[in-house]
C-alpha cells in the first residue's frame, strides 16, 4: 500500500533562516500595522534616475527612507534580552531577503547594508545589485550564512542561544536594526514579514489606484507596507510614529535627503 505522505529533513541552507525566526522571532511578542503609501513621486524620481542612465529599484528608496526614520526612532532598533533588559544598537544596518539557487533549489539568505541612511541611493543600488550579480562566495554575508549553516547543529544551536544573552553574538549571526521582506514584484499585495528582530517591514506590489487629493479623485501609484514590531519593545503609538515617518520620507521624497 502507497504511503500517504512523504517526510524528509530540512535543507542545510533554511537552517539559518528557520532559527533566526523560531529562537529570535518567537521570543517576540508580535504586531502589524499596515498603511498604503502614495509612491507617485518615487516613480517620477525614479524615471528622472533611469533617463540619467541610473536604474533604481523601489527597494532602494524603501531602505533609504527606513533607515533615515529609523535614526530618529532608537526604539525601533532596540532589542529585547533576558533578566528584563534592552539593548540599543548605535550603527543603522538594513536586511532585506535575497534569493538564490544551491543545486537548482532556492533559499533564502539575509543580506545585510551598512548605514544606508549615509549612502546615495545609486551607491544602495549598487550594493542590492551585488547581491543579485556576485556568487554567494563572493558575497561577504551571504557566504558567511552559507557557512555557519553547514556547522554541526549543536554548535549553531550554541552560538545563537548565547546571541539571545549577548548582542555581540547576536551580531555575528544577524547585525540588522530592521527587515524588509518584499514579494511585490509576484503581485502579492500585503506582505506580514517574519520578526527576527524588532521592526520588520513587508512590502506588497505597487498599483494603480483612485485617491483622494484636494478633494478630488486622482489616480495614483500605490503600495501597502507593513511593519511587524516587538510589542515588548515598542508600544502601538511608537511603532506608529516610526512608521509614519518612512511613509512620509516615501510620499515627499525630499532632494535634501535622497
Given at each position: 500500500m502507497k504511503c500517504a505522505y512523504e517526510?524528509?529533513?530540512?535543507?542545510?541552507?533554511?537552517?539559518?533562516?528557520?532559527?533566526?525566526?523560531?529562537?529570535?522571532?518567537?521570543?517576540?511578542?508580535?504586531?502589524?500595522?499596515?498603511?498604503?503609501?502614495?509612491?507617485?513621486?518615487?516613480?517620477?524620481?525614479?524615471a528622472e534616475l533611469a533617463a540619467s542612465g541610473?536604474?533604481?529599484?523601489?527597494?532602494?528608496?524603501?531602505?533609504?527612507?527606513?533607515?533615515?526614520?529609523?535614526?530618529?526612532?532608537?526604539?525601533?532598533?532596540?532589542?529585547?534580552?533576558?533578566l528584563g533588559r534592552t539593548v540599543t544598537f548605535n550603527d543603522v544596518v538594513a536586511g532585506f531577503t535575497v534569493e538564490r539557487f544551491i543545486d537548482?533549489?532556492?533559499?533564502?539568505?539575509?543580506?545585510?547594508i551598512d548605514k544606508p541612511c549615509e549612502?546615495?541611493?545609486?551607491?544602495?543600488?549598487?550594493?542590492?545589485?551585488?547581491?543579485?550579480?556576485l556568487s554567494?562566495?563572493?558575497?561577504?554575508?551571504?557566504?558567511?550564512?552559507?557557512?555557519?549553516?553547514?556547522?554541526?547543529?549543536?554548535?549553531?544551536?550554541?552560538?545563537?542561544?548565547?546571541?539571545?544573552w549577548f548582542p555581540s553574538?547576536?551580531?555575528?549571526?544577524n547585525s540588522a536594526t530592521f527587515g524588509l521582506s518584499s514579494l511585490g514584484a509576484m503581485g502579492v499585495k500585503t506582505v506580514i514579514g517574519p520578526s527576527v528582530c524588532t521592526s520588520v517591514f513587508g512590502v506588497g506590489a505597487v498599483e494603480l489606484a483612485p485617491v483622494v487629493r484636494d478633494g478630488q479623485i486622482v489616480i495614483r501609484s500605490i503600495m501597502s507596507l507593513s511593519l511587524n514590531y516587538d510589542q515588548?519593545?515598542?508600544?502601538?503609538?511608537?511603532?506608529?510614529?516610526?512608521?509614519?515617518?518612512?511613509?512620509?520620507?516615501?510620499?515627499?521624497c525630499p532632494e535634501v535627503e535622497f
Open positions: 517526510t524528509k529533513r530540512s535543507s542545510l541552507y533554511r537552517r539559518n533562516v528557520l532559527d533566526l525566526i523560531e529562537l529570535f522571532g518567537g521570543r517576540a511578542q508580535k504586531a502589524h500595522l499596515i498603511c498604503n503609501v502614495d509612491m507617485s513621486r518615487i516613480e517620477v524620481r525614479r541610473h536604474h533604481i529599484t523601489v527597494t532602494s528608496f524603501l531602505l533609504k527612507a527606513i533607515s533615515i526614520a529609523q535614526e530618529s526612532h532608537p526604539i525601533s532598533r532596540t532589542l529585547r534580552l533576558p537548482g533549489e532556492p533559499f533564502v539568505f539575509f543580506g545585510e549612502k546615495t541611493l545609486i551607491e544602495i543600488a549598487d550594493e542590492l545589485r551585488k547581491y543579485s550579480d554567494i562566495d563572493k558575497a561577504a554575508a551571504l557566504n558567511r550564512q552559507k557557512r555557519f549553516a553547514e556547522w554541526p547543529t549543536i554548535l549553531r544551536q550554541i552560538i545563537l542561544h548565547i546571541g539571545i553574538f547576536r551580531l555575528l549571526c515588548d519593545v515598542m508600544d502601538g503609538a511608537q511603532a506608529a510614529r516610526f512608521l509614519q515617518d518612512a511613509c512620509n520620507l516615501l510620499e515627499t
